[in-house]
């Protein structure tokens, strides 16, 4: 078996990147509750997460997974630093977020809303800030996942473990906690769970009686493994 590398996402990562996630949340409940499929523009997609991956290689943990010696992008992971409660933003954050806004509109002149339902989008938004004001209770931040992805012709290779533990160990080192949000119960949560993460609290995006629920996992410092 081929050995498996994590590295930082690299500009020549981000096609191949773009191409794993919407393969894998081709079918998720999230994307089919957030989108009206029938309007649903891939390459408008394509766009936004190219944008996503640029701001997070500056700003996050974004870091992609392949087999030495190839450059096929096979597994995606993107982490957010932890950021500390009440911590004013610099003048940096402060560009950052503008930069992105301007990238992101660009966009959205070109392209159009992409079947995006930004109703929900903020009802998203709104449920997810909610869960933040329970579930994190650490004043110094969370380490959060907020996607990670494995190519299905790649699965069994340990490629999502060499992800996970890429940031987890990192996290022990600093004894910080992690989170993350599931769009399915089952199977991730008992996958999550295997890395130390537990159920924290379901967060329910209700747009009319048109539901979905995510669900929000917590990690502590040192957590156990099972695998």
């Not at 959060?144 to 022990?172: C, E, W």
Request: glycine letters at 8%; hydrophobic letters at 40%; aromatic letters at 14%.
């Amino acid at each position: 078996m081929a050995t498996i590398r994590v590295s930082p996402m690299a500009e020549g990562d981000i096609p191949g990147s773009v191409a794993a996630i919407q393969a894998a949340f081709a079918e998720d409940p999230y994307t089919h509750w957030m989108f009206d499929m029938s309007k649903y523009n891939a390459q408008r997609n394509a766009a936004s997460l190219g944008v996503r991956c640029r701001w997070g290689m500056r700003n996050g943990l974004f870091h992609v997974a392949k087999e030495q010696g190839s450059d096929e992008v096979l597994g995606v992971a993107m982490w957010l630093k932890p950021q500390p409660a009440n911590q004013p933003a610099t003048w940096y954050d402060w560009f950052e977020d503008w930069r992105l806004w301007f990238n992101q509109l660009g966009m959205n002149l070109y392209y159009g809303r992409g079947g995006l339902n930004v109703k929900r989008y903020y009802i998203w938004k709104q449920a997810q800030e909610t869960a933040h004001s329970s579930v994190w209770t650490d004043p110094r931040g969370y380490y959060f996942l907020n996607i990670m992805v494995v190519s299905p012709k790649a699965q069994g290779k340990g490629i999502g473990r060499a992800m996970m533990k890429y940031v987890t160990d990192r996290a022990d080192l600093e004894g910080m906690p992690c989170y993350l949000e599931s769009s399915r119960d089952v199977p991730n949560m008992e996958i999550y769970g295997r890395f130390g993460f537990r159920f924290a609290k379901e967060l329910l995006c209700d747009d009319d009686g048109t539901a979905i629920k995510l669900y929000t996992m917590v990690r502590d410092p040192d957590g156990p493994s099972t695998t």
